[in-house]
């Protein structure tokens, strides 16, 4: 039955995966054992095997002794609603790597994820900056600050934090940023706008990486996100200020300024279309409504005073 069961999970009988001794065949607890010694969990940025193995720890905690076989939508329904939306997305989606991968291996003939949705998460959840927020910060934190470098290098290239912790002036060459985002390993090349040329000019050039801790090491994503949030509390910000705030912000400049999709995407890196959608919907509204409005003043103009 062992020999069978390694069979099943795709790997030989000789090499059973860390775990596999203290785990019943077939069990959940097995089931996620095998996933994590998987070419495609392997194959995941670190951040994102670093966030599935949390949420998969705990439901193996919950759920390992049960059979994986007899896991069914209404139980994954149960799950994913229990949850905040934002979280929900993150748990549907990593039970739904675990469960092609038990397709992928025969351990399962089915996917009780397909078609599921995570709850919609309510308007605003993540903030997009606003231009007065941003000019509060600026105003706090000036040119040649750690803070104003931060803000500066998340603004004028919509990078996520653990990206922009990685930027350094190696990646500098003829007025080009290369990047290669550390979550899709997409490699991008984004033109430096002129204020963050700026802001770059006037920062220390002898460090590996633009940014760097009290102690001249580069940052972690988790380090940045706490030291950026005492410098929103310096600006008097609000909670809802955050670096990733910036990088939707960014997305709205260019969405604002006219900007295609594609043009967006070319920038942000995202790996679909969707998200940057909700920026130049928000942005064609904005600017069609003001059209109209015009039109109408034309079309109907008040009387002349006396008339």
């Not at 030291?227 to 912000?249: M, Y």
């Amino acid at each position: 039955m062992n020999a069978y069961q390694a069979a099943l999970a795709g790997r030989a009988a000789s090499c059973p995966a860390i775990g596999a001794a203290r785990v019943v065949p077939g069990s959940t607890a097995a089931a996620v054992a095998a996933y994590y010694q998987d070419a495609s969990f392997r194959a995941l940025a670190p951040s994102s095997r670093q966030m599935r193995r949390r949420i998969l720890e705990h439901f193996r905690t919950e759920f390992g002794s049960h059979r994986i076989a007899l896991l069914q939508r209404p139980h994954i329904a149960a799950l994913i609603g229990a949850q905040t939306p934002s979280v929900a997305k993150n748990w549907l989606k990593t039970i739904r790597g675990l469960m092609r991968f038990l397709i992928a291996s025969g351990q399962r003939e089915d996917d009780p994820t397909a078609d599921l949705k995570p709850p919609k998460g309510r308007a605003g959840e993540i903030h997009s900056w606003t231009e007065e927020e941003i000019a509060a910060f600026e105003a706090r934190h000036g040119i040649g600050t750690r803070a104003r470098l931060a803000m500066a290098l998340l603004l004028y290239t919509a990078q996520r934090r653990s990206d922009v912790v990685r930027m350094g002036r190696q990646h500098l060459r003829d007025g080009v940023l290369t990047v290669r985002q550390q979550k899709t390993g997409r490699a991008l090349e984004i033109p430096i706008h002129p204020k963050l040329a700026g802001i770059l000019a006037a920062a220390e050039d002898n460090n590996l990486t633009f940014l760097i801790t009290g102690y001249g090491k580069p940052f972690s994503a988790a380090g940045f996100g706490n030291l950026f949030r005492q410098w929103c509390n310096e600006a008097r910000l609000p909670k809802h200020c955050s670096a990733h705030g910036l990088r939707k912000a960014a997305c709205r400049r260019l969405a604002e300024a006219g900007c295609s999709e594609h043009e967006i995407s070319a920038i942000s890196g995202h790996a679909s279309l969707s998200e940057v959608q909700r920026y130049t919907r928000a942005a064609n509204q904005a600017r069609m409504a003001k059209a109209a409005i015009a039109s109408v003043a034309r079309a109907f103009p008040e009387p002349e005073k006396g008339t």
